[in-house]
C-alpha cells in the first residue's frame, strides 16, 4: 500500500536556521513525489516535484530510494516560509496523490 | 476565474440532510480531483475525472457519496443522508492533464454536520 508519514506535526526554528522535514513514503515501485504547502488563509500549493530537480524559496528536495525518504531542505529559514507543508506521492501512471498528515513550520524572529 | 473556485466555502448542515459541493476547475482543464481533509490530516483521494468520465472512485467512502462532472467543466460532490463523521475539508483540484501537469487546488469547503 502507498503510504507516506511524516513524523513531525510541528517544527519550531530561529531565522536564519536550517530547515529540514522529513518525509518517508512505502511504495513498491518508481512514485512521484512532491511538497505541498499551504500559507495561512491561501489554498494548498505546489511547492516542488522531485522530478523536477528545481530549488523553490530555497528549499530542495532529494529521493532517497534506499532510505524511501524525500526530505524538504532549506538552509536558511525566513519567516514568510511558516507554513503547512505536505509530503505527497503519486505513482509513475496514477491520478491520485496520497498525502503526509503534514508538519507545521513556524520560524520565530 | 484565476483559479480552482469551490462552493460554498463553508456549509453547515444537520444530520440527514443531502449536501451538495460545487466545483469550477481552471478553464481547459481535463482533469478534476476531489480530496477530503479531516483536523488533523492530510487530503484523503476520493474520486478522479478526466473531461467528463469519472475515471477513478476509488476513495468514496460509500455509497452515499457521488460525484458528476456531466459537461467535462464544473463538477459536483454530492453526500446523501449526511452523518457527522461527513464532516471535513472537502477540496477539489484540476490540472491540464494527470498528475504529470500541476494540479492547482481550490480554497475547499469546509462542512459541518450537526
Known amino acids: 500500500a502507498q503510504r507516506v508519514t511524516q513524523p513531525e506535526k510541528l517544527l519550531s526554528v530561529f531565522k536564519g536556521a536550517p530547515v529540514e522535514l522529513k518525509c518517508n513514503y512505502s511504495y513498491s515501485g518508481s512514485p512521484e513525489l512532491f511538497w505541498y504547502v499551504q500559507y495561512s488563509r491561501q489554498r494548498l500549493q505546489l511547492l516542488l516535484r522531485h522530478i523536477s530537480r528545481e530549488s523553490i524559496k530555497g528549499f530542495t528536495a532529494d529521493l532517497n530510494k534506499g532510505e524511501t525518504s524525500f526530505h524538504l531542505k532549506k538552509p536558511f529559514a525566513q519567516e514568510e516560509d511558516s507554513a503547512m507543508y505536505y509530503c505527497a506521492l503519486t505513482s509513475e501512471y496514477g491520478n491520485k496523490l496520497v498525502f503526509g498528515a503534514g508538519t507545521i513550520l513556524r520560524v520565530k524572529s | 476565474g484565476a483559479g480552482v473556485s469551490q462552493s460554498p466555502r463553508y456549509k453547515v448542515t444537520k444530520r440527514g440532510q443531502d449536501v451538495a459541493l460545487r466545483c469550477d476547475p481552471i478553464?481547459?482543464?481535463?482533469?478534476l480531483y476531489w480530496y477530503r481533509q479531516a483536523l488533523g490530516q492530510g487530503p484523503e483521494f476520493l474520486t478522479y475525472f478526466n473531461y467528463e468520465a469519472q475515471q477513478d472512485k476509488s476513495g468514496l467512502p460509500n455509497d452515499r457519496f457521488s460525484a458528476e462532472r456531466p459537461e467535462g467543466s464544473i463538477s459536483t460532490l454530492t453526500i446523501q443522508r449526511t452523518e457527522q463523521r461527513d464532516s471535513a475539508m472537502y477540496r477539489c483540484?484540476?490540472?491540464?492533464?494527470?498528475?504529470?501537469?500541476?494540479?492547482?487546488f481550490g480554497q475547499g469547503t469546509r462542512l459541518t454536520v450537526v
Open positions: 483540484a484540476s490540472s491540464l492533464r494527470d498528475l504529470k501537469t500541476e494540479a492547482f
Open positions: 478553464s481547459g482543464h481535463v482533469s
